[in-house]
């Protein structure tokens, strides 16, 4: 049997090549596609996989409810709630905290800056990391203790073999010497947790107002459970744990008011949650849109499927010319048992071949691929093998079952006697038909979605910011409560060549810290609106340009412009202070027009703020983020851990990034940041949308060749059949451009069709996508008309050829045929 | 004179040979006859005929219809030509197997402009014409040999041509269906229309009012048939 199958296979090759090439190269592609989104899907859904029992690891995340602001869920809490955790709930195996800082390293000569964590020793009780060396229950106990992964080691030393030995570290200018006590492995499969080093937290640290303030946001806290029910006693208990432990009197800096739970919230996320959880989440780990992996499967899948139709449909259109083959095999003796096997053999050989050259397309593409999506995906025999394996199979078995029940019913008598080959009347006509809009219909649906991310992902890029983003650079890091150190490196900034203007602010592109505060406008009886609070040094308007609405811009030469700064100004209760709103801040505060807002009076605590003007957003946040109202203050006096920007001209970007790192290091040695452009700080933002786009882009493209494969296929078959048929057309009057109007219009009848029904499910798909951001662009009705104007171009352009030379036959010629 | 061909030829050109299927035929056929052709396979009389149909071109000579000079007519011109003036009637009916009978009618009046109900009204009466409207919704291949040739007649005289082609309308049919398309024809003739038809049979040819012979390409006899 398999000699025969193979045989005709062979044959086949010999007889009908294009047909051959046409099956076995659409299913490689969709067999390629379906296999590396699947890997990429698989390489998402695996996050924190690897390390054990990570579904009973859950992080403590904080949701804040204030009035003005959409709620937002926090993955930093306060530390004060951690030792009340263990006492209030017995189901909690162990806890950690979780604080990350820059630390510098430093071994002999060699200098590394580190993502530490800084953790409670029980840490590897809680997420048990996989140890390269060292014994993890030890590691952390001693207070001097560092931990470090595998590729710091090796930055380091050269070596992971440093057990015991000694290193500085510097943190916040606190230098001591610790001692290497272990060094993490290099995780076997994704992860959100993979820092840099570990150490216990130190002393001075535990001081920090966010040790023991619930208003503050310190880091994560880890925690284990033994199940899911645990966990759920835990959720359901959180309301009562805020009530008991934040309650405190309204004016306590340190609770969180009469009745904390109204505007503040505790939840359980699992370890292997949070790599979809983390979306929206503020301080969370990198994450992905589920739905958006879940849609790459589906493309996956669904160019699989459209593969196979295309394979189905050149059987069952194919299957006429086979006809007479299966009558002399019945006629001398063969039943309809064995052509049935022989034919869905022949499918399932076909379709490995297929496969074969999808694990060659797979092995090519998924560098680039994993480059593309910025992913560390590689090919995995143990999954692949095996589940090529399936797919094979069950594609084979998809593409044969049918073409090979039509073809082992053919009654010999039958075929043999008619002059006519038979096609499977016209119930495979309609067959076909159908496929080939469902084809289409999925790959018209597909392009239209790709074009609206890659547009969404594209205005992202260029969105006006409401600031001027080129020519300006940023201090990598922040700096130092330290006014002189602060005032010398402005001074240092400003003498430096091609320095514009300098400025210092706690907010800049991609904010890393948020300060909130409560204001009411004077007279006005609405509630307490939240802000974000920032402070200025420096010429911010020349660096910045951000857009004056109305009202003027700070000036130092005004005494009430210059405040004690946003984290400071209540301290000096009774006093007014001028200040400048955003957008957001002057709607959510009741004013309709900017201009009435000028000379308004705000009040917080017992502090009067005056506006002084409105700017336009400045959106320094991620277009999935909504605009928090901010309230900018203007100080001389040196802010709490600002950031420094400058505008910049007549030298390049590249150059002006050493000049100011030099003059950087001069001020702080010790913390060796750098520059960087606005691009580069907020590039995190679209990167994903932009490299899904890419993904999008590829797959659509694909989806649509092979739609086209099966078109080309379907249009070469059916010009043979209808040849006899234009011939008396052509006979009975037709002119030749009537025959070519005739035959595209069929041809592409179920393409726009096919277009009609991918309309709505991909407008409702995209629609859905982009309510993920809140900076979004609309659905056109353009999108739908470029997609479907070009895949009917490119189905015209893939039938052309047949049908030209279907509508040019000679009619004597053309009655002929067969 | 309706037609007149001099000179014409056919040859069929492909890599190593050349076939002459046509060799310099002269022939004039007036308004109203009904012409028969006869002659061995392979003759040339298909050929010929799908040349007086202006489905195939000549390679030399002339072809003038009436007034107009065929030859020198392109493809559009031609099939202008074709469905003002012909009826075809073909040697294996050549019906669309996907139409019903009646749209397989209706084929050769879509080309011109015409309402749809004149259209309608006109294949009825071309079906009632050959006997059968009772078989309008049904596909081809549920029809007999005889009630496909009919419909393929009532195919080439629904647009009421001034020249009806037949090529061995007869020849797929037993002796009572064969008698029943004469007959058709035959009332066609009487009613007015030229009609050319290839048959194999010498009764058939005997029922035309003048019989060509062919041979290798050539006419060898042109008889009138006493009436
Ligand atoms: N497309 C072609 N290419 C080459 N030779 C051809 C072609 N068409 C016809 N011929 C040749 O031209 C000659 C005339 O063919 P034609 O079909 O006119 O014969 P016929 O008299 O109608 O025969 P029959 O009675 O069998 O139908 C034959 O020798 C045939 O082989
Ligand atoms: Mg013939």
């Known amino acids: 049997m398999l000699i025969t199958i193979l045989r005709n296979i062979v044959r086949q090759a010999r007889r009908q090549p294009l047909y051959l090439a046409l099956n076995v190269i659409g299913l490689g592609l969709g067999m390629a596609v379906c296999l590396v989104l699947t890997l990429q899907v698989r390489y998402e859904y695996s996050f924190n996989a690897s390390i054990p029992d990570a579904a009973n690891v859950l992080r403590l995340d904080a949701h804040h409810m204030n009035p003005g602001n959409a709620p937002q869920e926090n993955a930093d809490v306060p530390f004060i709630a951690f030792p009340f955790l263990h006492t209030d709930f017995p189901q909690i195996l162990a806890t950690t905290r979780y604080e990350t800082a820059d630390y510098q390293l430093r071994a002999g000569d060699r200098r590394v800056t580190a993502d530490t964590a800084m953790v409670d020793p029980s840490f590897f009780d809680v997420i048990t990391l996989k140890l390269e060396r060292g014994n993890a229950r030890t590691a952390l106990t001693r207070p001097d203790a560092i931990v470090l992964s595998a590729n710091t080691a090796q930055a380091l030393f050269g070596t992971t073999d440093v057990l015991g030995r000694i290193i500085t570290t510097d943190h916040e200018g606190h230098r001591v010497s610790q001692t290497v006590t272990a060094i993490l492995a290099r995780p076997s499969g994704p992860v959100t947790i993979r820092p840099d080093a570990l150490t216990p937290i130190p002393a001075y640290e535990m001081e920090k107002p966010q040790f023991t303030r619930w208003g503050s946001s310190a880091g994560d806290i880890f925690i284990r459970v033994h199940n899911a029910v645990d966990r759920g006693v835990i959720s359901q208990n959180l309301t009562r744990f805020v009530i008991d432990h934040a309650s405190g009197d309204a004016n306590d800096d340190n609770s969180e008011g009469v009745h904390p739970e109204r505007h503040f919230g505790l939840s359980l996320v699992s370890l292997r949650e949070t790599h979809f959880h983390d979306l929206q989440v503020i301080g969370g780990d990198e994450a992905t849109d589920r739905s958006v992996v879940n849609i790459l499967e589906l493309i996956g899948v669904l160019a699989l499927l459209l593969a196979v139709f295309n394979a189905v449909n050149l059987a069952t259109a194919r299957a006429g010319l086979r006809a007479r083959e299966v009558a002399i095999r019945k006629t001398l003796g063969a039943t309809r048992m064995v052509l049935f096997v022989q034919f869905v053999g022949e499918a399932i050989v076909n379709t490995a071949v297929g496969g074969a050259l999808a694990l060659a397309l797979c092995e090519v593409a998924l560098p680039f691929t994993a480059a593309l999506t910025g992913t560390t995906l590689h090919m995995d025999y143990g999954f692949t093998l095996p589940f090529l394996f399936g797919v094979v199979l069950l594609t084979g078995l998809a593409c044969g079952l049918y073409p090979a029940l039509i073809l082992s019913s053919y009654q010999p008598a039958h075929v043999l006697a008619a002059t006519r080959m038979p096609s499977g009347g016209r119930s495979a006509a309609r067959l076909r038909n159908g496929l080939v809009i469902i084809q289409f219909a999925f790959a018209v649906a597909f392009a239209i979605c790709t074009l609206v991310v890659n547009r969404q992902a594209n205005f992202m890029q260029t969105l006006d910011l409401g600031f001027v983003r080129e020519g300006v650079l940023i201090s990598s890091g922040d700096m130092a409560n330290d006014a002189g150190k602060q005032r010398a490196l402005i001074e240092a900034l400003r003498h430096t060549p091609g320095v514009v203007s300098t400025c210092l602010s706690e907010l800049t592109p991609n904010i890393d810290n948020r300060h909130r505060f409560d204001v009411t406008p004077v007279g006005s009886h609405s509630g307490d609106i939240h802000v974000l609070g920032d402070t200025i040094v420096g010429d911010y308007a020349t660096t910045y340009r951000p857009r004056l609405l109305a009202g003027r811009w700070f000036d130092s030469s005004h005494g009430e412009d210059d405040s004690p700064g946003d984290d400071a100004f209540y301290k000096a209760p009774g006093k007014t202070w001028n200040v400048v709103l955003n957008r957001t801040a002057l709607s959510r505060l009741g004013f309709v027009r900017p201009e009435s807002a000028v000379g308004a009076l705000l009040k917080s605590g017992s502090v009067t703020l005056r506006v002084i003007g409105v700017t336009k957003d400045m959106l320094f946040i991620s277009a999935r983020e909504d605009v928090s109202p901010q309230i900018t203050f203007y100080s001389t006096a040196p802010q709490s851990y600002p950031h420094a920007s400058v505008r910049f001209s007549g030298a390049s970007e590249n150059i002006m990034r050493t000049r100011l790192k030099l003059a950087w290091d001069q001020v702080f040695p010790d913390a060796p940041y750098g520059f960087e452009t606005v691009q580069e700080r907020m590039s995190t933002f679209y990167i994903t949308e932009q490299r899904r786009g890419w993904l999008f882009s590829i797959a659509s493209g694909i989806a649509v060749t092979i739609a086209c494969l099966g078109l080309y296929g379907l249009a070469s078959f059916i010009a043979l059949r209808r040849t006899h048929e234009v011939g008396i057309r052509k006979a009975l009057g037709a002119t030749s451009q009537k025959v070519l109007t005739l035959m595209l219009r069929d041809f592409l009848r179920p393409v726009l069709v096919a277009c009609v029904l991918a309309a709505v499910p991909a407008w409702l798909v995209a629609q859905s996508w982009l309510s993920g951001f809140h900076q979004r662009i609309a659905v056109s009705w353009l999108d739908f008309a470029i997609v479907v104007s070009v895949t009917i171009a490119i189905a015209a352009l893939t039938v052309l050829g047949q049908t030209l030379r279907l509508a040019r036959a000679e009619p004597a010629c053309a009655l002929r045929a067969e | ?227």
């Open chain 2, 1 to 227: 004179m309706l037609i007149e061909l001099s000179h014409i030829q056919r040859l069929y050109r492909s890599d190593e040979v050349q076939t002459t299927a046509l060799q310099d035929i002269d022939l004039q056929i007036e308004t109203g006859e009904f012409v028969a052709i006869m002659g061995p396979s392979g003759c040339g009389k298909s050929t010929l005929l799908n040349i007086l149909g202006t489905i195939d071109r000549p390679t030399g000579g002339s072809y003038r219809f009436g007034t107009q000079e065929l030859t020198a007519m392109n493809e559009a011109e031609l099939a202008k030509f074709r469905r003002e003036h012909l009826g075809y009637v073909f040697q294996s009916f050549n019906l669309i197997d996907e139409l019903t009978i009646e749209e397989n009618i209706e084929l050769a009046l879509i080309y011109r402009e015409m309402p749809k109900s004149e259209r309608r009204e006109r294949v009825a009466h071309a079906m009632d014409h050959v006997g059968i409207a009772h078989r309008a919704r049904h596909y081809p291949s549920q029809l007999s040999g005889g009630q496909q040739q009919r419909a393929a007649i009532a195919r080439a005289i629904v647009g009421q041509p001034s020249l009806i082609l037949a090529d061995e309308p007869t020849g797929n049919l037993d002796t009572d269906n064969g008698a029943q398309v004469m007959d058709i024809l035959q009332r066609l003739n009487d009613e007015g229309a030229t009609i050319i038809m290839v048959t194999h049979s010498p009764s058939h040819a005997d029922l035309a009012r003048r019989r060509i012979d062919m041979l290798d390409g050539q006419v060898v006899v042109s008889v009138r048939n006493a009436i």
